[in-house]
């Protein structure tokens, strides 16, 4: 699920795992592409409910705490998807 459809149970699933560096390596590219997918799937702040921006909100600042620190060291840079995660949820 990683590398195709529905992205949020695929990365909680990353986000969640203890992997071996070579599941790290593996997982790490697809994880980023994921977190894109889910990025592009999020509704803006003004076309959801308050909650339901508040649940995309923690699951997202959650990913963006911890899949970067996981998959250190792989080459994979998760810095870009942050960045349009901080502006599509206008948090700066």
């Known amino acids: 699920m990683l590398d195709s459809g529905y992205a949020e149970p ?4 990353v986000r969640d795992a ?3 560096p070579d599941e790290r390596l593996r997982f790490a590219r697809p994880a980023l592409n994921a977190l894109g997918r889910w990025l ?3 509704p803006a702040p003004n076309y959801t409910t308050s909650e339901n921006m ?3 909100r923690g ?3 959650e ?3 911890i899949l970067p620190e996981k998959f250190a060291g792989t080459g994979v840079d998760f810095s870009e998807p942050q960045g349009w995660y901080k502006e599509k949820m206008e948090l700066e």
């Open 10 to 13: 695929a990365l909680a699933f």
């Open 18 to 20: 203890e992997l071996t």
């Open 40 to 42: 592009s799937n999020a």
């Open 54 to 56: 508040k649940r995309i």
């Open 59 to 61: 699951f997202g600042d």
């Open 63 to 65: 990913l963006f705490r």
